[in-house]
């Protein structure tokens, strides 16, 4: 299975690492579209030997309470892209929330947090070779209020798991 073809992301709506409220009939849906997150209502019903009316209900109402949402997630080696940057980035002169909206602007980036720590911001990023990078961190250095750019290539991607929420009861 690719990473494309599955992914299903479930943050609690809370915050917290738990999934309040949910069974463990919800947890075995969940589980089923964590590995196919396209799995029809029908299947996982004969499955879990349920009714198909009551997976689709389940299914609705952890959607609507915020408790699990399906995604799409692509593979970006597949999309052309064979570079992955974690970029700290460091602000003067603008406020952190000011300088990460711009720069979640930026087709390239996928991912910005303003964080604390020994920088302000944190984006996560990809290019396709080393001339798009260096294009990529021109554009991103030219942003006003961008005092320094920490960028870090990740050379080897051991664990990426969008639907990394643990579900137990301890």
Known sequence: MKPHDQQILVPPASGQLRAEGLDDVDHRI???LRRDGRMPFRSIAN???LTEATVRS??????????MRVVAVTDIEAAGYSMLLAIGVEVEGRSPSMVAEQLATIEEVFSVSVVIGSHDIEIL???RDQHQLDQLLGRLAAVTGVRRLLPSLAVNVLKNQPHWVPFNDE
């Open 30 to 32: 969940i589980a089923l």
């Open 47 to 49: 499955e879990l030997d």
């Open 58 to 67: 389940r299914v609705r109402r952890m959607e609507d309470n915020n408790s």
């Open 125 to 127: 990023t990809v290019a």
